[in-house]
């Protein structure tokens, strides 16, 4: 009898805990029925607690600006520029990689601007910017201003033109003009030019009118005979006889000087009547 009791003290607790059971298992039956059919016991899921993930704003690139505020999240740059590196003259190129950092300039030279000829004159400085040549105007010296380098005209000191290789005169003006400058004669001792000197001084009215932007200095000069000073003064009454003539045949006084230079600067020797000759002269030079 004992064996059917299951360790209950007596038959009464054994059937209680049986009844018990059974009554368990038909409430969740039945709670399991309804659910199952939609209509049970609704859950409201507001009561459910649910945990709240909330991710710390970040300093991706640790310059301590939180990438909510950071211009360059993943750039570290300066408080003062929204996070991101500064770029004091605008140009794109921050600071840090900039070599003209005060002066707006092109990516492809580092931040400066460009210089097309390498010559370290900037282009917007550089009067050549395509021939290389460091100077205040990035262009080769041209003492006369004509426009053509020293290195490649002929006549450096005087205004020329391409044409004639920088000097103002082609090689056959320049031909006519030795020809009048050693043709020139006066009277002896004295300022007046000779009739056959008239023609010659023509021929240069001629070459003169035909570049009008050529100015000429007309220097006089005479042997050292005679007294030095008086030989100063002929020179220079002959040089202002000379203008004087130019400017009547219609040439621009303000494109003439004169002045004289007696026997300081000879071009032969005095001593023999040969090179005295050749003293002798008026010389036309351009400038």
């Not at 211009?71 to 740059?77: E, H, S």
């Not at 020179?235 to 003539?245: E, G």
Request: proline share 5%; aromatic share 6%.
């Amino acid at each position: 009898m004992n064996n059917f009791l299951l360790g209950f003290p007596n038959k009464k607790e054994r059937d209680d805990f049986f009844i018990a059971i059974v009554v368990i298992l038909f409430f969740i039956s039945l709670f399991w029925f309804f659910l199952g059919r939609g209509d049970g016991p609704k859950l409201d899921s507001s009561l459910i607690p649910v945990a709240e993930v909330v991710a710390d704003d970040l300093d991706s690139d640790m310059d301590g600006v939180l990438d909510s505020n950071d211009d360059c999240p993943n750039m570290k740059g300066d408080i003062d520029n929204n996070g991101c590196p500064m770029d004091s003259d605008k140009d794109g190129v921050y600071d840090r990689d900039d070599k003209c950092p005060e002066l707006a300039g092109i990516k492809s030279n580092n931040g400066c601007p460009s210089d097309t000829d390498g010559d370290g004159v900037y282009d917007m400085n550089d009067d050549c910017p395509n021939i290389a040549f460091s100077s205040a105007s990035g262009c080769p010296p041209d003492t006369d201003g004509d426009g053509i380098f020293d290195a490649d005209d002929k006549c450096p000191k005087v205004k020329g033109s391409p044409e004639n290789g920088g000097c103002p005169f082609s090689k056959k003006e320049e031909k006519i003009l030795m020809d009048i400058q050693s043709s020139v004669e006066f009277e002896t001792g004295r300022a007046a030019l000779t009739k056959a000197s008239l023609a010659k001084l023509d021929q240069l009215v001629v070459l003169l009118k035909g570049h009008n932007d050529i100015n000429m200095l007309v220097e006089g000069h005479t042997d050292n005979v005679g007294d030095a000073q008086k030989n100063l003064k002929l020179s220079k009454a002959r040089a202002a006889a000379c203008k004087t003539y130019l400017v009547s045949k219609g040439i621009a006084s303000g494109r003439l000087k004169s002045n004289g230079f007696g026997s300081n600067r000879p071009i032969a020797t005095n001593d023999t009547k040969e090179g005295q000759r050749k003293n002798r002269r008026v010389e036309f030079n351009s400038y």
